[in-house]
């Protein structure tokens, strides 16, 4: 038998289709071809071979001579050896007169491969592949390659940030273009897979021509006009997926020996175009053979400090369109949360794949970027080839990182001989684009380091690190060493919810009573919080997982998960979410009320008025005794503020509930962990006694309320003295200036101390100050800066609050009619779409916050 050369069996997959009478295959042909093969030859070839023959099953594929012989016969021929031998007859020296190359022969050649892995890669795709899209960077890229002087460049990126997606949509573009005007360009496309052991021992500069049909040495005749180039366009020869570690060494130095010696061939022909993709580890360790040869490849536009990605992750518009393609019926509006998420091609394939059923970006939360990272991991390393060398390897560097220095890498030189017993497990990390290399040698000193890719996967390491060495446990131990060795870190945080991320998932051993000594600034709690709602809502949901959580939220004592979980200063629009996961909990009675009592006040605050009666539906449907240990009845003032909004009706039950608490003030006994649902009942009553537009009122309740609860928490401390501020502002009196001055030290001193709901409350003071001290500059750059910020984080009722007192200062009209004009349209649009009355604003609330 003649040898099996892949070139002669790319040319006989062509006579197979025509044999078929197919164009072009696609995966559901392979089973009818299957079935013809054999009525055809007798012999029966699998439809998964026929995959594995087109390039529709991923794999390194040498057919059997069974095969190849079965094919040939399929085609009309004897055999393979019939097939080589009259094919090679065809290009003999005496047959140049009825055969002779020409262009239109090599332009169908290629069309043919191209068309072939086109397909295959089109079926291998993460989400199909006509729910992708074109990328952009590749058209400008390509674009400004193709005007240069430049013969060849590169697209270079880690695994998974849709290289070859983005060049297939191109690719498919120029030869099966949608306007139907066919190109003058010839593209010869094919995956590197294909060279794995096809050109061993060959030329690669022939097999291509023999690829294209072709013949060299003595049918150099041939060839010349090849030399030539085409009559129109040019030839682009693209090389998808360069990847070493799936040669063996010399193998890949030989091929990529042979591409620079084709481009260089080739240099002077500004008709011939070589695109290559090749993953960040591959270009990072071979660049230096281009280090001299600027003038012939293009290098495109590197986006990071390595010099090693040009391939940008997605924007907030291609998510958008990417989504619409897969959900036409959402309505898409994209926000900072799905940027941090699914900005990676391959997470938000992760994400596609684990919801194809219902895709909706509305399920991204501050939980998913660490369901797709897990994926990712997942995928990278506890799946493939060496997986349990890749997990003992990055235990082993995971160790080697000195946390404390803030560097967060490995000396290469450090971990010499344990790089040489995981050599190949390595290996795969760098290729996979998990871990990276970053060198600082000079000439004086040899520095290289080994770093993770990106902050998820460092944080991920760190974590099992923190771990494992802790047993897998979550406990006080644990929560002092992220403490101290983490304690200036920007990765505490995320490295803490890593830790609570693996121990939920896997249901080990949990004290969440020690999460409350953790050191974390107001406003990283408050991202903790919103976290573990999104992450116990799903556990919670998952009905194959026993409900080990169920009394998670049950714990007594003064530090309780209860406690630290729910509070006045996480009040924001996505705490409404994590706030409904702790009602899927086995919680007592009165732990119920306050949850449905925060959720009532994130109902105002959002001007919700269809939610807000239907909590207060669901707080009277409670046990009476339920609320024992509320200082003012929340129903009571609920109730007054749903009404007034909505009727414009004042319901006094709840001012008689205050009035007598400021005449005999005092707490609840028998309720000593309860101070937070004490604070939210407190600040509720706060908003509806300002219905009554009763300042000295206001005063006596705030006065009462420092007299027996003087130490609440910071944001409970900072409302009520904001409230107070509001006050006597709106009564003229100049200790409203005072207060306002304190707070804004306290808070230009930590801002990150203070949560949205904080800020937007501040900035709705501050506004105010400004409008009394009639600095119009200032506030007038300010009311644009808050009201962008109460329209990103839904807080209706502030916003509305400030613009009816600006409203009623009719002197900023003749100041800036135009301003006047846009804030009213505001305060209307706001107000009705609320189904809120106009009137209650601009007769009550702009008298007090």
Known sequence: MIEFIPQHF?????????????????????????ADIFKKTHKQLSE?????????????????????????????????????????????????????????????????????????LKNRSGIPFKQTIPRKFVDEHLEIFTGEQHTATILTAPTGYGKTTALCHWVDEHVNPKSGEVSDDIILFFSFNVLVKAIQGHSLNDW??????????????????????????????????LNEADFKRNDFYQLLGQIIDIVSLYNKSDWFKVILTMRSSTWVNNRHFLSNKSDEWFLGFMTDKQQSVNVPMLDGQEIAQLSRLINPAEQVVIKEIHLNNLAHPLYFEYFYQANRDSFSLNDVNRASIYELTSAYVMDKVYKGKYHEDKVVLLNELA?????????????????????????????????????????????????IFIEFNNDNLLQFAIAKKLLNDNNDRIDQKLIS????????????????????????????????????????????????????????????????????????????????LFNYFVSLEFIHYDYEQAL??????????????????????????????????????????????????????????????????????????????????????????????????????????????????????????INALKKIYPNGTVCYTFMIELLMAHMYMNNGDAKGLEIYEQLKNSFDKDTNNFTTYMKVSFYSLKIKVLLFKKEYATMFEEIHLFINLCDEENFKLIKVAAIAHLLGNYSLKNDDDKLFNQIYFDFVKTTRSSGCRTESFTSSLSSGH
Request: proline share 3%.
């Open 580 to 701: 409904l996961s702790i009602l899927d909990f086995e919680l007592p009675d009165h732990r119920r009320v306050m949850v449905k009592t925060c959720l009532s006040l994130i109902a105002i605050l959002q001007m919700d008025v269809v939610k807000l009666e239907k909590y207060i539906n669901e707080l009277k449907a409670t046990p009476h005794d339920s609320l024992h240990c509320m200082i003012i009845n929340p129903i009571n003032c609920l109730e007054s503020i749903y009404f007034y909004l909505r009727f414009g009706i004042i319901k006094k039950e709840a001012f008689a509930d205050i009035t007598k608490f400021y005449f005999n003030p005092s707490l609840p006994t028998q309720c000593g962990d309860n101070g937070n649902l004490n604070e939210i009942s407190l600040i509720l009553a706060l908003y509806s006694l300002l219905l009554c537009r009763n300042v000295p009122k206001v005063i006596r309740f």
């Open 10 to 34: 790319e040319r006989l997959k062509g006579k197979i289709l025509d044999a078929a009478g197919l164009s072009q295959i696609i995966p559901s042909d392979c089973k009818r071809l299957s």
């Open 399 to 447: 160790n080697q990182i000195n946390i404390t220095d803030g560097h967060y890498r490995i000396d290469k030189l450090a971990v010499h001989e344990l790089l040489k017993t995981y050599h190949h497990a390595y290996q795969e990390l760098l290729s996979t684009g998990f871990l990276r290399i970053n060198s600082h040698t000079n000439s004086l000193k040899y520095q």
């Open 48 to 120: 998964t071979t026929l995959k594995r023959v087109f390039g529709f099953a991923y794999s390194q594929f040498n057919p059997s001579v069974f095969t190849i012989n079965t094919l040939a016969e399929y085609c009309g021929y004897t055999g393979w050896t019939d097939f080589v031998t009259k094919l090679q007859t065809v290009g003999a020296p005496g047959a140049l007169k009825q055969h002779n190359s020409s262009w239109r022969d090599v332009a169908e050649h290629a069309r043919k491969i191209t068309q072939f892995t086109l397909q295959a």
């Open 208 to 241: 291509l021509l023999a690829l294209l049909g072709i013949g060299t040495d003595e049918w150099a005749v041939n060839i010349a006009f090849f030399e030539k180039g085409p009559p129109k366009g040019k030839f682009y020869l693209i090389l998808d997926g």
């Open 481 to 560: 060493e992220i403490n101290t060795t983490l304690s200036n870190s920007p990765h505490k945080l995320a490295v803490l919810k890593w830790c609570i991320y693996s121990i939920v998932s896997n249901q080990d051993a949990i004290d969440f009573k020690a999460l409350a000594n953790a050191q974390l600034n107001i406003n990283e709690r408050s991202d903790l919080i919103l976290f573990m709602g999104h992450l116990f809502k799903k556990q919670l949901g998952d009905i194959q997982k026993p409900h080990y959580l169920n009394k998670l939220f049950n714990q007594e004592g003064e530090h309780n």
